[in-house]
């Protein structure tokens, strides 16, 4: 069974700095995706960022990226220029096929 | 565009009581999903929905646990009876795409203490 580890349960950064998420997973699947998704406080969950397994090229959004290390199974996420808004509940996720595995999650908080 | 919509937000129950969980999909999404999500935990799928259709519910603890999906449209997810353990907070999400790839809009969530 596919398995996901966050092994940061708790993060602070502090504003305009940079900081990374760690993700490990377990799989012996060749294609997948892998994502991650941020929860705020009393907020909807929303995609952060999405890896397609096969692609080298590391995926970027805006101040978000990722650093997908396929052969070691790892897939981090950094935050640069860290934002208030950035507060959050980060998953990482692991998917290919339904149902999608979570990890536990990584509180983050943004000091000002 | 209008997000996913879930109603009741907060729910109190005693054990061995009922429960019903309501949810509205962003328009023209063909997928929905409904999952649990325990304090401390990520979400697990309970249930997913291909317009009106199951496609994955082998999560779904179907010995209290039912959902429906009429006209494939909004859904509702009922516990009966309920059991300390269902305290979690049972978050929907709809997608437009037929597979897992495709980004899932989720809703605010139902909050549900059993008591």
């Known amino acids: 069974a596919q398995t996901v580890t966050q092994s940061q349960p708790e993060m602070s950064v502090q504003e305009a700095e940079t900081v990374t998420l760690s993700c490990t997973y377990d799989t012996s699947e060749s294609d997948y995706y892998l994502f991650w998704y941020k929860q705020p406080p009393s907020r909807q969950m929303i995609l952060v960022i999405r890896q397609e397994a096969y692609k080298q090229q590391n995926a970027t959004e805006n101040r978000f990226s990722v650093n997908f290390q396929k052969a070691a199974k790892s897939f981090s996420l950094k935050i640069s220029d860290s934002q208030l808004g950035d507060a959050a509940m980060y998953f990482c996720i692991w998917g290919a096929n339904t149902p999608l595995v979570f990890g536990k999650g990584t509180r983050l908080s943004v000091i000002a | 565009e209008a997000g996913v919509a879930q109603s009741p937000r907060y729910k109190i129950i005693e054990k061995r009581q009922s429960v019903a969980f309501w949810c509205n999909p962003i328009s023209g999404h063909a997928t929905l999903y409904w999952y649990q999500q325990i304090l401390g935990q990520g979400p697990k799928l309970l249930i997913q929905f291909q317009n009106n259709g199951v496609v994955d519910d082998s999560q779904l603890p179907k010995d209290r646990f039912s959902a429906e999906r009429l006209k494939g449209v909004d859904s509702t997810l009922k516990i009966q009876p309920a059991k300390l353990e269902d305290s979690a907070v049972y978050l929907c999400?709809?997608?437009?795409?037929?597979?897992?790839?495709?980004?899932?809009?989720f809703g605010p969530g139902t909050r549900l203490t059993v008591t």
């Open positions: 999400a709809s997608s437009s795409g037929l597979v897992f790839s495709y980004e899932q809009y």
